[in-house]
């Protein structure tokens, strides 16, 4: 079948997160040690960091998983959708391929979702397939491996057509 799984890949992003966090605690030293108490600011240094380090992690590290199976199109990324999110085939309109701005049209990265009713796992740059649904709803899936994703989505809707 197929099995992918992705992590958010933007270097440029944990570059910036990095940047963000050397900033802030320079200016968290400077801030809290002209306050004199050293408890306090040792404190203050230790809960920013561990919630820095938390929040890299759940951004950066989680991977999102996508694997095509006789069911469906599964999706599972945690902590949003902690067990297999399933795209039953018989609820599968169509599917294509589509080149995805993850700011432009979903404002970001991660599990994102539009007022337009299309929901996205959202992991890099550029290469997605768009799932369009009976419902008018879409989703659509970044992928490294769009091709391959395509052909074996393409082939599953077409032995659905053929025996449904």
């Not at 992590?7 to 963000?20: D, I, N």
């Not at 539009?114 to 369009?132: L, P």
């Amino acid at each position: 079948m197929f099995f992918e799984r992705q992590k958010l890949g933007a270097p440029q992003l944990r570059l910036l997160y990095l940047a963000v966090t050397v900033v802030s605690s320079i200016v968290m030293l400077i801030t809290t040690s002209q306050e004199g108490d050293r408890i306090t600011m040792i404190w203050t240094m230790a809960i920013f960091l561990l919630f820095m380090v938390g929040t890299y992690y759940l951004v950066f590290e989680i991977p999102a998983f996508t694997r095509i199976t006789q069911r469906g199109v599964e999706i599972k990324y945690r902590p949003w959708i902690w067990n297999w999110k399933v795209i039953a085939w018989h609820d599968i309109k169509s599917v294509e391929k589509e080149n995805v701005d993850p700011l432009g049209d979903f404002g970001g990265w991660g599990y994102r979702f539009t007022f337009q009713g299309k929901r996205g796992i959202i992991m890099g740059n550029a290469d997605a397939v768009k799932i369009d649904l009976k419902s008018g709803k879409q989703f659509v899936v970044t992928t490294n491996r769009k091709a391959e994703l395509l052909r074996i989505v393409s082939q599953f809707l077409n032995e659905d057509e053929l025996n449904g």
